[in-house]
């Protein structure tokens, strides 16, 4: 997990994970496990969530789970980590396909990109995670904005070529934390007078204006 400015690496914590599989059939164990307990956030909180619920959804023994997890928060840090993988997948891939374009093309790609998997996840990126104590102390919203961080610092360096270190550090900062902020508002608060459509635009505007700024610096 990345610091938001200095770029440094602190792995998740593991703490209540009993042991990780050894074998297929136990990787196929805690796959089930994670996917039930996503399917299950989808429909309640974690708060009903229950370990007896998961092991009944995942089509596990109860023991089974307890092998490898030690209570249910252990298994919603394992699913939130799994869960800002695939996210920070989906956004590289974005980010590669418009690294060449101009910041009025790439931003609005980016910007519904990253809206439409927000939203997909919201219910572990930002609601499971703000609800679980573990998650909470790992400032887990350092790790999701630095999902952005990553996308942000590729594209101004392609395009940015003589700016110092420090500058490009600046605009890594407030791209990531705006990106993220903004759309975790959006996506909690859902205000009726800000259409889908809209929102992108409005956002989109907002990166193209300060990247175009910031470019020509």
């Known amino acids: 997990m990345k610091d938001n400015v200095n770029g440094k690496v602190t792995p998740p914590s593991m703490k209540g994970r009993r042991r990780l599989p050894s074998r297929k059939s136990g990787k196929n164990s805690v796959d089930c496990i994670l996917q039930a307990t996503e399917e299950i956030l989808v429909v309640q909180d974690n708060v009903e969530t229950t370990t007896n619920k998961i092991a009944e959804r995942a089509g596990v023994n109860i023991g089974t789970l307890y092998q490898f997890f030690e209570n249910k928060e252990a298994i919603f840090v394992a699913v939130y980590y799994r869960t800002t993988s695939k996210v920070g997948r989906i956004l590289r891939e974005a980010n590669v396909k418009q690294l060449n374009e101009p910041a009025e093309v790439a931003l609005p790609a980016l910007v519904e990109t990253a809206l439409q998997v ?45 700016l110092s270190n420090d500058d490009t550090e600046i605009a890594y900062y407030f791209m990531q934390t705006t990106v993220v902020a903004v759309i975790r508002s959006y996506l909690l608060d859902r205000p009726v007078q800000i259409e889908r459509e809209r929102f992108i635009k409005e956002l989109s505007r907002m990166l193209i204006n300060y990247v175009n700024d910031f470019l020509d610096r």
């Open 118 to 162: 927000f939203e997909e996840t919201s219910h572990i990126l930002f609601l499971l995670a703000e609800n679980t104590p573990e998650l909470r102390a790992q400032k887990n919203g350092t790790f999701l904005a630095n999902q952005i961080y990553e996308g942000s610092r590729s594209y101004i360096e392609r395009h940015a070529t003589t």
